[in-house]
């Protein structure tokens, strides 16, 4: 399987890339989780268009976890869709995180110095009516000694749904 690394080229659609792509629904009080296409991966237009395929009454978040490099979790919503990505500095190497930045109206500083260091971009309050309030979802983004799929695995457990989580993506 072909992967990406820090010095591939931008353009990764088409490409597979090591991660995830979950969706957690929730009704009636109880979670399941399903494995999205891998596409979902390189091209937001899809992860967003799988997501809005979960029929649901009751939330629907999606969890990216790309190239164990970032993720970024997508809820619709009738307006549109709220997002918030790990690391907005991912824009420079992989397609999907320049989509979400350009979905967020968010531009690159033009300091290189700035994109040494990874930030959060987009809604930190997405899952904060599920069990995580914005200011503790903030600090667990911000923690550069936690990889990728460990901050999703913590998002999950406060949000109600690991054990689901981890069996679709452990199996």
């Known amino acids: 399987m072909p992967t ?21 629904i929730r009704e009636e009080g109880k979670w399941r989780c399903v494995q999205l296409d891998p596409v979902a991966l390189v091209d937001l237009d899809a992860a967003i268009t799988a997501l809005r395929a979960q029929r649901s009454t009751g939330a629907v978040l999606g969890l990216l976890d790309v190239d164990d490099e970032f993720f970024v979790l997508l809820r619709p919503s009738p307006g549109g869709v709220r997002m918030l990505i790990s690391d907005a500095a991912a824009a420079l190497d992989y397609d999907v995180a320049a989509d979400v930045l350009d979905l967020l109206r968010v531009e690159l500083p033009p300091d290189d110095d700035v994109l040494d260091d990874p930030w959060p971009e987009g809604d930190l309050g997405i899952v904060s009516d599920l069990g995580l309030p914005a200011d503790e979802l903030e600090i667990l983004v911000e ?7 460990e901050q999703l695995d913590t998002i ?3 949000c109600g749904f690991a054990a689901e989580l981890d069996e679709l993506v452990n199996s």
């Not at 990406?4 to 957690?24: I, K, N, Y």
Request: hydrophobic share 40%.
């Open 156 to 158: 999950a457990r406060r």
């Open 143 to 149: 923690d550069l000694d936690l990889y990728p799929d």
């Open 4 to 24: 990406q690394s820090v010095e591939a080229t931008p353009d990764t659609r088409g490409a597979a890339l090591p991660g995830f792509a979950v969706a957690a």
